[in-house]
T-cell receptor, first 114, second 116 residues
Framework: AQSVSQHNHHVILSEAASLELGCNYS??????LFWYVQYPGQHLQLLLK????DPLVKGIKGFEAEFIKSKFSFNLRKPSVQWSDTAEYFC????????????WGLGTSLAVNP | GAGVSQSPSNKVTEKGKDVELRCDPI?????LYWYRQSLGQGLEFLIY????????KSGLPSDRFSAERTGGSVSTLTIQRTQQEDSAVYLC??????????????FGPGTRLLVL
């Protein structure tokens, strides 16, 4: 079955701490991978995406993610978080073939204390 | 340019009533998606339109749910005889196309539906 698992449901960090949010997927075939972010009171925004090529992708606001095919993982990282990173983070996957619908993880709520 | 817009932003209805939710995709985007975000359950795919192709309705939870896309642009999601379990945020997304880098989906603000 197609699924996405985000290991951390709630994360609390202090400013300047490093962040890593786990994402593992189960999906047959070639995949596209995404991280979306939802800031309080705002709608979902794309943070970064992987389609092909370099498995280390860089997104907005200093975020990056690494696609490790052998581990079916696409973990999100940021070396130093800010209070403004407080948000809900969602990992999603779809197929690189004809199946375009996104399969989503349950999300990780990140709270950064100033 | 303008992003994906959805209306209404909030909808409160009584059990058994029909509701219509509207989505205006980004101009020029050929693909349009509907998702549902329920409390504690994450986002769930509902339906996908791509150009003039038959829509992928595989995510619609029951025959009370239907959607159409007129003129390849605006889409309406209709829920008939609403039930309390239909309460959720209904999200619409659009993408430029459906291959390669055109696949990135851009989301609207959602419609928060509450069924009493």
């Amino acid at each position: 079955a197609q699924s996405v698992s985000q290991h951390n449901h709630h994360v609390i960090l202090s400013e300047a701490a490093s962040l890593e949010l786990g994402c593992n997927y189960s999906y047959g075939g070639t995949v596209n991978l995404f991280w979306y972010v939802q800031y309080p009171g705002q709608h979902l925004q794309l943070l970064l995406k992987y389609f092909s090529g370099d498995p280390l992708v860089k997104g907005i606001k200093g975020f990056e993610a690494e696609f490790i095919k052998s581990k079916f993982s696409f973990n999100l990282r940021k070396p130093s978080v800010q209070w403004s990173d407080t948000a809900e983070y969602f990992c999603a996957v779809n197929g690189a073939g004809n199946n375009r619908k996104l399969i989503w993880g349950l999300g990780t709520s990140l709270a950064v204390n100033p | 340019g303008a992003g994906v817009s959805q209306s209404p932003s909030n909808k409160v209805t009584e059990k058994g009533k029909d509701v219509e939710l509207r989505c205006d995709p980004i101009s020029g985007h050929t693909a349009l998606y509907w998702y549902r975000q329920s409390l504690g359950q994450g986002l769930e795919f509902l339906i996908y339109f791509q150009g003039n192709s038959a829509p992928d309705k595989s995510g619609l939870p029951s025959d009370r749910f239907s959607a159409e896309r007129t003129g390849g642009s605006v889409s309406t999601l209709t829920i008939q005889r609403t039930q309390q379990e239909d309460s959720a945020v209904y999200l619409c997304a659009s993408s430029l196309g459906s291959s390669g880098k055109q696949e990135t989906q851009y989301f609207g603000p959602g419609t928060r539906l509450l069924v009493l």
